[in-house]
């Protein structure tokens, strides 16, 4: 029997020693060992028990994931793609570096990341520029890129996407509403006009030819353009109940946020006011409850409750209630040309965040049969193995000639929650010969022996010969010593 694993931590429990406010000896007595043990743990010269990291869990109400690196682990991801670039071919930092300064503090590499990323912005905003004023017809209504849309998905993701408040209101008004007593749409179209006054109205598509949803403040009234099925309108209606019911709650939390700019404020409000129309539609105990006894089906969890398929892989994202915990799954959405237009990483699933995925991720392949459900059981080069599940989603589209817009959604977890997942049924979830290798994208990963790279190894110096062919297009590579 291969031996036990052993954990050192000592700058995560340090780490979360400082942000209790907690000194070594009330920690030591939180967790019933000696403060000079404790000295040691955090000096990285004992290893943490499993009886301490459960019990660190357990009195700190926190992951065993994050105390066993995940955090740190995804930092790595970060700056290594960000040292990654020509720029600092120079510094002359190893990978040891990098995981020295992962491991003393996330905060610090996302910190550097948010840092380079404002790099990158400003070095395409030049480029763009640049570009407009050679034909300064263009130049008129240039558009900057999104820099607040990701700083709103990092605070999400700091939030683990959980907002409890936003989640236990949804609840009551789910409950004192009667939402689940009849078709969702029914029930919030009698909500809005019983609570605020507000009527509901169906548009047709050449009245609104570039919306889904407006709200008219003077005649209090919704409209829905008739291109929204029934799941996209009743979520639109839950929408702006969230923003007449908890405006408030909202803005505390954006307040709270750190977002300084006014794009990102506005962003962040949004993306609250989708999260409360999800819970409103999903309520967090009987959806947990109902997830957990349909081993995580989610079309029929999307029949039950009303919902799209996009909006139950969503809503499952967020089920991280303390005592009621689902699985931890990560989220992406993608288009055909390969962007992201959303993700949310949980368990440790490390996503680029300067670039695509692997390609040998079968996310991609969801595009070649719509609405055809894919599943697939993955490898980082960790060793990490994922069970991972993606099919096409669709917006609304404009009618004939113009079809909605398509998306391909992933939705996964750890191997080691995959049994409680419907769609494992007939994987050999042992069996690690099983997994397809995957990296985090081409850039980064260090797998030598991969034909659909887009770009060489970073690590590894490449020798390309007039009569010999590797598998990889970009040569033979060398392994560095």
Known sequence: MASEKKVFAGPRVRRLRRERGLTQARMAADLGISASYLNLIERDQRPVSVQVLLKLAEVYDVELRTLGGDNEAQ???????????PLFRDAGLTIQDLREIASASPAAADAISNLYRAYQESVTNGSMLAERLADRDMLDGAEAPGLPLEEVRDFINSRNNHFPELDDAAERLYASAGIGSEEPYVALRTALRDLHGVSTRIAPADLMPHELRRYDRHRQTIFLSELLDQPGRSFQLAYQLGYFEQSRVIEDIVESSGLES????????????????????????????????????IRLLGRRFGTSFEQVCHRLTTLQRPGARGIPFFLIRVDNAGNVSKRFSAAGFHFARFGGTCPRWNVHDAFRVPGEIYTQVVQMEDGTRYFSIARTVSRAGSGIGVPGDQYVVGLGCEIGHARKIVYSQGYDLDDERGAMPIGVNCRLCERLDCSQRAFPPLKHRLTVEDHVRGISPFGVPVRDA
Not at 75 to 85: G, K, Q, Y
Not at 266 to 282: I, K, P, Q, S, T
Request: hydrophobic share 45%.
């Open 75 to 85: 930092a790595l991801t970060v700056l290594r793609e960000v040292f990654s670039d």
């Open 262 to 297: 006014e794009e990102a404020q506005r962003l962040c409000r949004v993306a609250l006011a989708n999260y409360f129309a999800a819970a409103l539609l999903m309520p967090y105990g009987p959806f947990h409850k109902t997830a957990e006894a349909t081993r995580y089906d």
